[in-house]
T-cell receptor
Framework: AQKVTQAQTEISVVEKEDVTLDCVYE???????LFWYKQPPSGELVFLIR??????QNEISGRYSWNFQKSTSSFNFTITASQVVDSAVYFC??????????????FGKGTHLIIQP | DAGITQSPRHKVTETGTPVTLRCHQT?????MYWYRQDPGHGLRLIHY???????DKGEVSDGYSVSRSKTEDFLLTLESATSSQTSVYFC?????????????FGPGTRLLVL
C-alpha cells in the first residue's frame, strides 16, 4: 500500500526566511508520480508540481524548488525568501503507475506553513 | 482554471437524510474523482470514474455511492447522512499534458450533518 508522510504538522517562520517542507513516501511500484498542492486560507487546492519517478532532476520555479531523492524516498519542497502570501497548507501526494497515473492520489496530512511579517 | 464547478458549495442537513453533491466539468475530461478533507487526515479518495458509467471505489467509499451518466457530471450521494460524513468534499478531474495525468480540483463543498 502506498503512503505519504508529512511529519511537520505546522511550521512558523519570519518573512524572508527560507523554509523546507518534508515529504516521505512509500510505494511498491517502480514507476510513480509525486505532486505538491497548496491550499491557501481561501480553501481551494492549487497544483504546484508533478514529478515522475524516472526523472530525478530537481526543479526550480522562481522562489520554489523541489528536491527529489529516490534513495531516501523523499520529495522535499523549499521556499526561498518566504513571503506572507506563502502562508497556506501544503500537501504532498503520490499516484502509482497503474492507469497511467490517473488513479486517485494518496495525500499526506499536510503541513501548515505560517509566514509572519 | 480546469472548468470544474461543485454544487452546492455549502449544505447543512440532518442525520438520516439523503444528500447528493454534484461535480460539473466543461472540458470533456475522462477521469473524475471525489475526495473528502478532514482535519488531521489530509484528503482521502472516496470514489473515482474513468468514463461514463465506469466507476471504482477509493479508500473511504463506505456510505457513499456515485453515478456518472454524462461525461460532464459526476454525482456523489450519501444515502443516509451521518455526522461522521461532515466534511469538505472536493471533486477533481485529471488532465493529460504531454502524456501525463495531473489532477486539478474544484472549489469544494462544505457539508455539515447535524
Amino acid at each position: 500500500a502506498q503512503k505519504v508522510t508529512q511529519a511537520q504538522t505546522e511550521i512558523s517562520v519570519v518573512e524572508k526566511e527560507d523554509v523546507t517542507l518534508d515529504c516521505v513516501y512509500e510505494t511498491r511500484d517502480t514507476t510513480y508520480y509525486l505532486f505538491w498542492y497548496k491550499q491557501p486560507p481561501s480553501g481551494e487546492l492549487v497544483f504546484l508540481i508533478r514529478r515522475n519517478s524516472f526523472d530525478e532532476q530537481n526543479e526550480i520555479s522562481g522562489r520554489y524548488s523541489w528536491n527529489f531523492q529516490k534513495s531516501t524516498s523523499s520529495f522535499n519542497f523549499t521556499i526561498t525568501a518566504s513571503q506572507v502570501v506563502d502562508s497556506a497548507v501544503y500537501f504532498c501526494a503520490l499516484s502509482e503507475a497503474t492507469g497511467g497515473g490517473a488513479d486517485g492520489l494518496t495525500f499526506g496530512k499536510g503541513t501548515h506553513l505560517i509566514i509572519q511579517p | 482554471d480546469a472548468g470544474i464547478t461543485q454544487s452546492p458549495r455549502h449544505k447543512v442537513t440532518e442525520t438520516g437524510t439523503p444528500v447528493t453533491l454534484r461535480c460539473h466539468q466543461t472540458e470533456n475530461h475522462r477521469y473524475m474523482y471525489w475526495y473528502r478533507q478532514d482535519p488531521g487526515h489530509g484528503l482521502r479518495l472516496i470514489h473515482y470514474s474513468y468514463g461514463v458509467k465506469d466507476t471504482d471505489k477509493g479508500e473511504v467509499s463506505d456510505g457513499y455511492s456515485v453515478s456518472r451518466s454524462k461525461t460532464e457530471d459526476f454525482l456523489l450521494t450519501l444515502e443516509s447522512a451521518t455526522s461522521s460524513q461532515t466534511s469538505v468534499y472536493f471533486c477533481a478531474i485529471s488532465e493529460e499534458l504531454a502524456g501525463q495525468e495531473t489532477q486539478y480540483f474544484g472549489p469544494g463543498t462544505r457539508l455539515l450533518v447535524l
